[in-house]
């Protein structure tokens, strides 16, 4: 059986071939293991001897066989990042070499450490907390610069700082709250009520800030899913193949080309888009491309930006009907619309804007995104991405907010927010403070199982579970 106090190891760079790979120790006997491994350059030159942070140069030997040349860079604890003493093999990167170190460290007395081990070990022993353990997943995982940096702020614990403040004024004033209730009979109050509605809105205006952050956090963490959809042959899938600069989608003439959805990503100045290519809106009889088209509708249910594509040439009552369609299946308080006018290459700019009246498009749509592109010829393509780029509060990211992008944070979040609700529906009526403490005592539960204050085996195996092993 595993245990806290074994000294674990694992690979920690990427599976395959490199030039380089890293293999880490972390426990008691990290640097001991090494010392009965390690042939230092210089003779007579002990690990166990040597200052923390440094780097020593020599071979891992198995008995007299020489396995390879290694780097060995010394960590120890408590100054390290899991707490413990740490050793690092810098070896060469190819597999089979990796392998033969790994299993000699494990016949020395290491074991294989479990995913996210490493970080688990550093929560565990103070160096972080959990919600910044898990922000070391997300960097691992960011795909975009909006994801890093918000990951990178999240694990410098710009998120738990806020929260530890939360329970800080929220523990002091329900310590006086339960003072009261042990001089009930005197009907002595120690908690001033009206500071105490004060803070409590405060804390209620925070919460509900960083609950609503999260449809932002989780597009940051996951890419913002834009539907692109129309009538058949407005250009869709030219549309996809020009933002990506790749022959992605099949272009063609033909109606109903386009059967099942077409996703790829693209990264806009740190955002990553997930586009999505959809079979074009039209009655058919077709069975194959009526279940295309009922994929359709569900992706724009599900998209967080619909951008429906309209051709120039199209007359005003199908275009109206199309608008209306896709209207209709938005929900206007969490989805924007992008309207483009497509094909404009072959159309003259006054009857362009004799038919496309921006006053009557605006009524009509509910938005000002209004952007005419011709999609073969690329142009005004930079004004979509502009407009696409509108739809992100960019302002957050730049100005370095907290940003919840955790979904189990998120629901945490929202059970704290219910909670400070309720105490300060308490305070306006005026409640016993026995019930008032009650619910204070939630919203502290709920914040400190987003630190780990307050946190099971169950939470931490579901969350270091998913990590990477060697992290």
Avoid: W
């Avoid at 090494?34 to 690990?47: N, Y």
């Avoid at 959990?130 to 909006?146: G, N, P």
Wanted: charged share 25%.
């Amino acid at each position: 059986m595993s245990s806290e106090k074994d000294t674990i190891c694992a690979i920690s760079t990427a599976q395959g071939m490199g030039a380089i790979a890293v293999i880490r120790l972390s426990g008691d006997e990290a640097i001991t293991i090494c010392e009965k491994i390690f042939r230092p350059a210089t003779k007579g030159k002990s690990l166990l001897k040597q200052k923390a942070n440094t780097i020593h140069f020599g071979s891992i030997a198995d008995g007299d066989k020489d396995i390879d040349e290694v780097l060995i860079s010394l960590f120890k604890g408590p100054h390290s990042f899991t707490g413990e003493d740490i050793a690092e093999i810098s070896c060469h990167g190819a597999p089979y070499i990796q392998q033969q170190i790994l299993q000699l460290l494990i016949r020395q007395g290491a074991r294989l450490a479990n995913p996210g081990e490493f970080t688990q070990r550093a929560f565990l022993s103070g160096k972080m907390d959990l919600s910044q353990a898990e922000a070391v997943a997300d960097l691992i995982a960011s795909r975009s610069e909006a994801a890093r940096k918000v990951a990178l702020q999240q694990m410098r614990g710009g998120f738990s700082s806020e929260l530890v403040n939360l329970r800080t004024q929220l523990l002091h004033f329900i310590s006086l709250v339960e003072l009261e209730l042990d001089f009930s009979e005197e009907e002595v109050e120690f908690a001033d009520r009206s500071e105490l509605k004060k803070l409590v809105c405060n804390i209620e205006t925070l919460l509900s800030k960083l609950v609503n952050s999260f449809s932002l956090g989780n597009a940051i963490k996951n890419g913002i899913p834009v539907a692109i959809v129309g009538h058949t042959n407005a250009g869709k899938s030219t549309l996809l193949n020009t933002l990506l600069q790749e022959e992605r989608a099949i272009v063609s003439d033909i109606h109903g080309t386009t059967r099942d959805v077409i996703e790829d990503t693209m990264n806009i100045e740190g955002i990553t888009f997930r586009f999505i290519d959809t079979a074009g809106i039209r009655t058919t009889k077709d069975k194959i491309e009526n279940l295309g088209i009922e994929l359709t509708y569900s992706k724009i249910s599900k998209a967080a930006i619909v951008m429906l594509l309209l051709d120039v040439n199209d007359p005003h009552d199908k275009i109206h009907a199309a608008i209306t369609d896709v209207k209709n299946r938005m929900d206007d308080h969490t989805q924007q619309l992008i309207v483009l006018i497509n094909k404009t290459d072959l159309i003259d700019k006054e009857v362009m804007k004799a038919r496309f009246s921006k006053k009557e498009f605006r009524e009509l749509t509910g938005t000002d995104a209004i952007v005419p592109v011709s999609a073969k010829r690329k142009i005004n393509i930079e004004a979509l991405t502009n407009e696409l780029l509108k739809t992100v509060n960019m302002q957050a990211i730049h100005n370095d907010e907290v940003i919840v992008t955790n979904a189990r944070h998120y629901e945490a979040l929202k059970k704290s927010h219910e909670a400070i609700l309720r105490v300060l529906d308490g305070l306006n009526s005026q409640i016993s403070g026995d019930f008032l403490a009650q619910d204070i005592r939630e919203v502290l539960y709920y914040l400190g199982e987003i630190t780990g204050q307050i946190s099971t085996d169950e939470i931490l195996g579901n969350i270091f579970k998913n990590f990477c092993i060697g992290k």
